[in-house]
């Protein structure tokens, strides 16, 4: 798990790919968070990718590495995490977002993989899979 969360951290931006009705749906994302050996993204309950998310946790996440050579994907089930002990490690971790999100509002929302497969990819390697 720790070698899926470094090379996402390492990225510094992925891509998350949700599905609404029959229509797929691609964003930007920076936040990953180790907390408990789960990985976690976060988000808001008010944006689409949230309820998104709530209709079919079955998502995608896509990460190039800064240098180019290699990238990832990240295909599993998302869980609603609601504890104030989950938000507060994802913001601690990323303190800029604090100016948006709090773990006491009510917005807030941290979700962890509860089960997926890692895909770790380059154009010179065979490609390496890591199931959680």
């Not at 990832?72 to 938000?87: C, E």
């Amino acid at each position: 798990m720790k070698e899926i969360y470094e090379f996402l951290k390492e990225c510094g931006t992925y891509f998350l790919a949700t599905c609404e009705g029959d229509q797929p749906r691609v964003r930007a994302f920076g936040t990953i968070n180790l907390f408990e050996d789960k990985l976690y993204i976060q988000t808001g309950k008010s944006k689409n990718v949230s309820k998104q998310i709530e209709s079919n946790p079955k998502v995608e996440i896509c990460g190039l590495s800064q240098d180019g050579s290699k990238w990832i994907r990240v295909t599993g089930v998302l869980k609603r995490d609601d504890r104030v002990i989950a938000k507060k490690s994802m913001l601690d971790s990323f303190p800029n977002l604090r100016g948006m999100y709090d773990e006491n509002d009510d917005n807030t929302e941290v979700l962890y993989f509860e089960k997926g497969t890692a895909t770790i990819s380059s154009f010179t390697e065979e490609p390496r899979t890591i199931e959680f």
